[in-house]
């Protein structure tokens, strides 16, 4: 009798637990690079729709700067206290893929109902998936754009690049005319490359995009493209920009776009939140053609889950719904999609709220033909190795064509 | 036995004698220090001896993959790469840049506001300021100032006919711009030392000299200087370990560049460590630095005593 009653009090204990495990709230950590509040109210509001099917399931949005997301990220790996779930740049996938860092989340997406992972555009996946594994879905494919100030071009009596765009006079060398010019009239810089960075942290986003232009890439296939003379010739441009007409901020010198130092820069439409209190007239126009046609530059970043995270069977159920159709639509004001049906639907193009569905198209237009920031299991090596050599560039004096071939000579064996 | 047991003031007199004063005193003093002593154990002397012991492994932060490689990695920094022969002499250009100059400034600033006068809280104020301001503050302000054009620093340059050079983005005047702003930040801390000590020596000695017919200069020379020793040797030593160890500065204002011009120690371990996760080869440089710091500081102790006997 006594066992017997022990027994049932143990079983009602268990039973209890049982029924009440699931009742017990459950935290999600989620690493991302924005602060910006329109970013975060709407990140929030796909973690508040999680609940009709998770109840008791709350995320939260952790912000660490871009600067030093990849490394803030490692240490919180290596420390044993991974996130559930974070935001990946291109440049830092292969390596934390190689690592065996990631999760597959192949299996959970293709089950998930209604999800269509069909939908996404293989391109685009490229660079997160390998054979039937998925090591993240890209929330964000966007291309790089100019941003211009209208304003200023008014002021210089000039065509801006989206009316020289659509007149097909949108290229490289009136892009460096344009720029001179606005240097010449209005005394601002004609440009500024993406963030003020492209010196430091951002020497891929200032050198890639006409390295393209005209034909060339920085690597491919283990070789180094800098010093072919594509690259050379782009460079060298860029250069006499800074160094001759000094119509392009120079290393060391601050001017910011945002706040109407310079007339035109280089970003992704994520940045078009920070327009609205510019106090310039503005708009977004598609990269300059060069030699070799358009070529847009696209810049991706996907949502990964990290397999030493306790709960990532839960986090890979928040990516299922984080990035099913009607939250991607959601998220596409912000950040251009990979799915295809959302990037071809009216929606994409003109339901942004801060972008003419005119200037949207030239968005659309350039994911479609546009490729990716390269990248590299060595990426982090690779770019500090380039540093140096990129300083070396960087100089009133320099031969282009030399320290070129200097940036080859210290990446290549890393290739 | 009993009885003491059931007597309580028997048994209190009776356990006194066990411990003597000093005994008892040693055990109050090692329970004071007792939470310090488990800060040292479990901070420092733990994370020290587990830095060894990685040094002697290639451990990849990101895979969490480590293998026991024995003097490897040593051999490799000190043989096998160019670089760290560029960047432990970029750590000593730096440190004999900021330690004679630092030190000179701040022992004139201190003999210059050890007396009361007018205002003598206002300009010690002024200078020991920068010591606790924000680093990230200090140096996006300073990298505002020293741009190549625009920079406040070659305008005030330009106004007296000098044609400044893009300080941040020229290795030599980058490695002469960083030494600089980072001897006006913390030459207060140094200043506030001398102070301290100048205040200590007492007026008679000064006041004697005078009398005897010395100079300002011979009492600086003869009476001040030597009586100075102890806290000059203590300003060296933690301002030249203050240098080696320098990073937060290094990373805000230049990252290192350009041309790896700025690339210093502490700077170069934290990319080995934390930008390409090769924990155990940056674990093997943090015993370099270590050696090198301790080998000068040593070196500059057995000369001081040697001095001053």
Request: proline share 6%.
């Amino acid at each position: 009798m006594n066992l017997r009653r022990k027994i049932l009090a143990a079983s009602t204990i268990l039973s209890l637990a049982a029924m009440s495990a699931p009742v017990l709230a459950e935290e999600l950590r989620f690493t991302v690079w924005t602060g910006g509040e329109a970013h975060l109210r709407m990140l929030n509001e796909i973690a508040e729709s999680f609940k009709v099917t998770h109840p008791d399931v709350t995320v939260r949005f952790e912000t660490i700067p871009a600067a030093d997301y990849t490394q803030k990220l490692t240490f919180q790996l290596a420390g044993g206290n991974p996130p559930d779930l974070g935001w990946m740049m291109e440049d830092a996938a292969p390596t934390f893929a190689a690592a065996g860092v990631l999760m597959d989340l192949g299996p959970t997406l293709r089950e998930a109902e209604g999800y269509d992972f069909a939908d996404y555009s293989q391109p685009a996946l490229g660079l997160w998936t390998d054979g039937e594994a998925v090591y993240g879905v890209p929330f964000s494919t966007s291309p790089f754009m100019i941003f211009y100030n209208k304003t200023l071009f008014d002021e210089a009596g000039l065509e801006d690049p989206l009316q020289l765009a659509a007149s097909g006079k949108w290229n490289m060398d009136t892009f460096q005319e344009v720029a001179r010019t606005i240097k010449e009239k209005t005394g601002k810089w004609g440009f500024e490359f993406k963030d003020g960075q492209g010196y430091e942290s951002r020497i891929m986003h200032a050198l890639m995009p006409p390295i393209r232009a005209y034909g060339g890439d920085v690597w491919a296939n283990g070789e180094c493209g800098f010093d072919k003379p594509e690259a050379v010739q782009a460079v060298q441009q860029l250069h006499d920009m800074v160094f001759k007409d000094k119509s392009i901020v120079p290393p060391g010198e601050q001017g910011d776009y945002f706040s109407g130092s310079s007339a035109m820069t280089m970003n992704q439409i994520s940045r078009a939140s920070k327009m609205p209190e510019a106090g310039f007239e503005w708009g977004i126009a598609p990269l300059p053609s060069g030699p070799a046609g358009e070529s847009p530059v696209i810049g991706q970043a996907a949502i990964v889950v990290f397999e030493r995270g306790e709960q990532k069977e839960l986090a890979a159920e928040f990516v299922a719904h984080m990035t099913n159709k009607e939250n991607v639509a959601k998220m596409a004001q912000f950040f251009p999609p990979a799915r295809k049906s959302v990037l071809e639907s009216e929606a994409f193009t003109s339901a942004n709220a801060i972008i003419p569905p005119e200037q949207m198209a030239h968005v659309s237009d350039a994911i479609e033909k546009g490729k990716v920031l390269p990248s590299h299991e060595k990426s982090p090596q690779i770019l500090a190795a380039m540093a140096p050599r990129v300083d070396a560039l960087w100089k009133a004096d320099a031969d282009v064509k030399q320290a070129l071939d200097g940036v080859c000579a210290a990446i290549e064996p890393l290739l | 036995m009993a009885d003491t047991l059931t007597d309580k003031t028997s048994a209190r007199t009776w356990r006194a004698p066990r411990l003597t004063l000093r005994r008892r005193e040693a055990i109050e003093a090692w329970l004071f220090v007792s939470p310090t002593v488990a800060g040292f154990l479990l901070f420092f002397l733990g994370p020290l001896v587990a830095v060894v012991y990685f040094s002697l492994t290639e451990w990849n932060l990101l895979t969490q993959e480590a293998t026991f490689v024995g003097v490897k990695n040593y051999v490799d920094a000190l043989s096998q790469n160019p670089d760290f022969w560029h960047v432990l002499r970029n750590s000593f250009v730096f440190a004999i840049g900021l330690v004679p100059l630092n030190m000179s400034l701040a022992l004139t600033l201190a003999l210059a506001l050890s007396r009361p006068f007018r205002g003598v809280v206002f300009f010690r104020t002024v200078f020991f300021a920068p010591v606790v301001t924000s680093a990230v503050a200090w140096a996006i302000v300073w990298r505002f100032l020293l741009q190549g054009e625009g920079g406040a620093v070659n305008q005030l340059l330009a106004i007296v006919g000098i044609g400044g050079p893009n300080w941040l983005r020229e290795p030599d005047w980058a490695m002469v711009a960083v030494i600089v702003t980072r001897v006006i930040k913390m030459v207060g801390l140094n200043m506030i030392l001398y102070i301290a000590a100048l205040q200590a020596i007492p007026r008679d000695y000064e006041a004697a000299a005078r009398l005897e017919g010395a100079s300002n200069w011979q009492i600086f020379r003869m009476v001040i200087w030597p009586l100075l020793a102890p806290t000059t040797l203590v300003i060296f030593v933690i301002t030249m370990i203050g240098s080696f160890k320098v990073f937060d500065h290094i990373y805000l204002m230049t990252g290192g560049g350009p041309e790896n011009g700025t690339l210093v120690l502490a700077f170069y371990i934290y990319e080995q460590g934390f930008k390409f996760f090769n924990v155990g080869y940056a674990s093997a440089l943090a015993m370099i630095m270590f050696v090198i710091v301790l080998v000068l500081t040593v070196i500059q102790m057995t000369l001081r005593r040697k001095d001053m006997r």
